[in-house]
């Protein structure tokens, strides 16, 4: 029932039979939920496991949308910017032809199956650089975002998943600060105290611009470029803030 109503919300709001697509993934979800007392079977992965130490395109993308799902379900309702985040994402990182046939393939799959962030996050672990899990962690906060806010559940879906990614707790609160904005989201963005002296905040700031330097990504698709200069830009703000504040 949901799915089919989701396909028709996608296809005026999304933009068609791309929008249809993704409005009747997310109403499977919605049936998914409701159906209390169906037997989930574990996620599973069509796709063989590459040879290489890269996860092949076709699993990324297909993993990549399977988290985003899990956050845009986080707060018990489908909103219908961050499905629209999520396919202009898609669609800019890898045309609009991959990115339908990614939406396929994730619907004919995963629409009767539970969805496992720990079994997903286990390959991406393995066969990801840690440079591109962060971008990962902030395309999931962007998603989040996408309605002007982050829920505090969204919050916590994003802690679990990056806790499975293997990222650290202080790049966690980093990437989550971007999105906050508070008395002290310059320092936790550059992972310092506020008791930090001047040259510990240079200090700090030399080696986030490092770690969140766009060449870190260059490997990765426009879209994810673009992500890794926006947390570069955000690391700047940061580290410019606080040198209005302080004066050095």
């Known amino acids: 029932m949901f799915r089919w109503a989701g396909a028709v919300l996608g296809w005026v709001v999304g933009g068609r039979f791309f929008g249809a697509v993704i409005g009747f993934i997310i109403g499977s979800f919605i049936d998914e939920i409701n159906k209390g007392g169906s037997k989930k079977q574990p996620y599973k992965r069509v796709f063989n496991q590459p040879k290489s130490d890269q996860v092949s395109p076709a699993d990324f993308e297909l993993n990549l949308l399977s988290l985003a799902s ?4 986080a707060d018990g309702r489908v909103n219908e910017d961050e499905l629209n985040y999520v396919r202009q994402y898609f669609v800019q990182a890898y045309g609009k032809q991959r ?5 396929k393939v994730f619907n004919d799959v995963i629409k009767n199956r539970a969805i496992s962030a720990e079994n997903i996050c ?15 962690l902030h395309f999931l906060f962007s998603v989040a975002n996408a309605d002007g806010r982050v829920d505090q559940s969204e919050v916590e879906e994003i802690g679990r998943i990056a806790r499975y990614l ?11 600060a971007m999105f906050f904005k508070s008395a002290d989201s310059a320092y936790k963005i550059l992972e310092i105290e506020k008791t930090a002296s001047d040259s510990e905040i240079k200090k700090a700031y030399r080696t986030m611009a490092k770690k969140y330097h766009p060449d870190k990504v260059q490997h990765m698709d ?4 673009k992500g ?3 947390k570069f830009r955000k690391v700047q703000e940061a580290y410019e803030q606080l040198q209005q504040e302080r004066g050095f």
């Open 70 to 73: 899990l956050v845009i379900r």
């Open 99 to 103: 990115a339908n046939a990614a939406f």
């Open 122 to 136: 286990k390959l991406m672990r393995q066969k990801t650089r840690y440079e591109s899990r962060l971008q990962i």
């Open 166 to 176: 293997a990222i650290s707790q202080a790049d966690f609160e980093s990437v989550k």
């Open 222 to 225: 426009d879209a994810y470029k």
């Open 228 to 230: 890794a200069e926006d």
